[in-house]
T-cell receptor, first 108, second 114 residues
Framework: DAKTTQPPSMDCAEGRAANLPCNHS???????VYWYRQIHSQGPQYIIH???NNETNEMASLIITEDRKSSTLILPHATLRDTAVYYC?????????FGKGTRLSVIA | DTAVSQTPKYLVTQMGNDKSIKCEQN?????MYWYKQDSKKFLKIMFS???????INETVPNRFSPKSPDKAHLNLHINSLELGDSAVYFC?????????????FGPGTRLTVT
């Protein structure tokens, strides 16, 4: 079973920031937070991951709370092509367990 | 350049047949995986290979047999196909499992068993 909780769906206006929350209250000290997304009919795509510090790459930013019990994925300027299911996954040296994710709809 | 490729993209076959799905990665990764995504869209790991050796084998019927001829390839053979095997199968790869790693997925193979 997935060790994370995400809202089932969210909407975001095109050009605005999309903030996707994730709760992982049972995370262990050696477990990372990973974010993947799956655009319709495609394979999942890695976005970003972090342990305890905030992270940023060309796709997104990851904000992890100090107690590590929750995190937020930020897409700074959402486009229509960002419409996808976003998965928050907690994993150490174990297989990735995909939950139901959040279906993000970016609206023009 | 395709990082992780799978063939075929679509596979339609009848119950009882034996079929194979091929996967290749050109990322130089040590570890490869097979995932199954069913009609409810749940994505579950089936197998993981590291340097051609099986390291993860989830509860999967033994009709499914992965074969890794080298680090860049992980093929999935399915014997005696059943209706419930219909799903999208994704191959993925990553560097050797460690404290953190990101996986790169192929485009998927949609298997339909009739």
């Amino acid at each position: 079973d997935a060790k994370t909780t995400q809202p089932p769906s969210m909407d975001c206006a095109e050009g605005r920031a999309a903030n996707l929350p994730c709760n992982h209250s049972t995370i262990s000290g050696n477990e990372y937070v990973y974010w993947y997304r799956q655009i319709h009919s495609q394979g999942p795509q890695y976005i970003i991951h972090g342990l305890k510090n905030n992270e940023t790459n060309e796709m997104a930013s990851l904000i992890i709370t100090e107690d590590r019990k929750s995190s937020t994925l930020i897409l700074p300027h959402a486009t229509l092509r960002d419409t996808a299911v976003y998965y928050c996954i907690v994993s150490g040296n174990t297989p990735l367990v995909f939950g139901k994710g959040t279906r993000l709809s970016v609206i023009a | 350049d395709t990082a992780v490729s799978q063939t075929p993209k679509y596979l339609v076959t009848q119950m009882g047949n034996d079929k194979s799905i091929k996967c290749e990665q050109n990322l130089g990764h040590d570890t490869m995986y097979w995932y199954k995504q069913d009609s409810k869209k749940f994505l579950k790991i089936m197998f993981s290979y590291n340097n051609k050796e099986l390291i993860i084998n989830e509860t999967v019927p033994n009709r499914f047999s992965p074969k890794s001829p080298d680090k860049a390839h992980l093929n999935l053979h399915i014997n005696s196909l059943e209706l419930g095997d219909s799903a999208v199968y994704f191959c993925a790869s990553s560097h050797a499992q460690g404290d953190s790693y990101e996986q790169y997925f192929g485009p998927g193979t949609r298997l339909t068993v009739t």
